[in-house]
């Protein structure tokens, strides 16, 4: 293995147009979100009506569900699950990253937002400020009933729930803390020079955890937040919104590799879908900013105290994989995406569960939305701290580098 030193630049090459930009495809975005609320606000508004309803209350905006899907399938169908049962040969840096996603994140996350929007930030957010979500999935509950922390009333004849607007927005921080690793963490193990076959791996062992403890952690979390916790909801969005594209990558990955071969499937198959999951996600954020246009250019430092928690949070989270790796003997190539796992977040995950839980046009969506704002260009400063500090830790041997990479080709 050569020399720390001799690293050279970060290959941003590597990364597609749509995820090297993707700042910027979200910056406009919004705009372009903020300008269509103004100027046609009935669209997103007809659009957002195309909702499954139970008990008067909108559950699944079905054009959110399609995008939504459409994000998560990409990343689903890249999952090699052989990858999943040889993960026992990684014990440490394996156990390292569920640890700190599942045991630690969730919890400082609570307690940075909760901080920062419910103490320092409350007097620039408005003490008063109320938000309108969705009744909590099943329940009947008479106006003027309370639940939680809000309390019912009718908006335009539906039944909502008003409750205060920064813990809306804590909602939507929660959703982010609980939901660890997209697609895009295999792009910036790929860029700090980790262990792909590690950060693959661990790529789907989130993916599978997360169908039971994000509903589980989601739940009490909010719950202790008093905000709204419909489980039904919980459990549906984890149902529609990961289990479905997880069976469905399953088993047209299967299908396609034995029909048109693995060399297909990662050439041509995989390239096609590359920008699939970011085109999908940008098509969400324009409804989504053109409910939320008006509370921005009311006040256009909301996503400013959004970010700054979130930002902490994740240099944190990063900061204690990096530490416990070291302490913990890892090489560099498992330090760094253990690391990236923890720090980077599941936003595809988080967006479509704040739309199902409490609308397209609530605070806890518009926060996970403001993840997604951060997370390119926070990630990107912290591959280029890995690959500066690298010769902090030892590295693995070319041989053992050779036998744990050569079968993970998904996120080339």
Known sequence: MSDANDCPAIETKSMSLFERYLTLWVGLCILAGIVLGKVAPGVAQTLDGMAIYVNDA????????????FMMYPIMVKIDFAEVLR?????????????????????????IAS???????????????????????????????EYGSGKVVLVDGVKMLEVPLWRSYLAGCILLGIAPCTAMVLVWGFLARGNDGHTLVMVAINSLTML???????????????????????LLSIGIYVALPLVAGFFSRKWLIATKGETWFREKFLHVLTPV????LLVTLILLFSFKGETILNNPLTILWIAIPLFIQTVVIF???????????????????TAMIGA????????????MLYGLSSGAALATVV????????????????????NWFPHQSVSDASETTATVTASE
Request: glycine share 10%; charged share 10%; net charge positive.
């Open 212 to 234: 039971v403890l994000y509903g589980i952690l989601g739940g009490f979390l909010l719950g202790v937040g008093k905000l709204p916790v419909p489980w039904q909801a919980l």
């Open 371 to 390: 993840g997604v704002l951060i997370e390119v260009p926070l990630m990107l400063m912290l591959v280029r701290f890995c690959v500066r500090t690298q």
């Open 115 to 145: 901080y920062f929007l419910g103490t320092l930030f409350l007097t620039f957010i408005g003490p008063e400020a109320v938000d309108y979500v969705k009744m909590p999935f099943g329940a009947d509950l008479a106006v003027g009933a």
């Open 319 to 337: 900061a204690l994989g990096y530490v416990l790796s070291k302490v913990m003997g890892l090489t560099y190539e498992s330090a760094a995406p």
């Open 277 to 280: 999951t970011i085109a999908a």
């Open 87 to 111: 993960a026992g040969k990684a014990v440490r840096p394996v156990g390292l990253t569920l640890f700190i996603n599942w045991a630690i994140k969730p919890f400082t996350m609570y307690a």
């Open 58 to 69: 909108p559950v699944v905006s079905i054009p959110i569900a399609v995008c939504l899907f």
């Open 344 to 355: 980077s977040n599941h936003f595809e995950v988080a967006i479509a569960t704040a739309t």
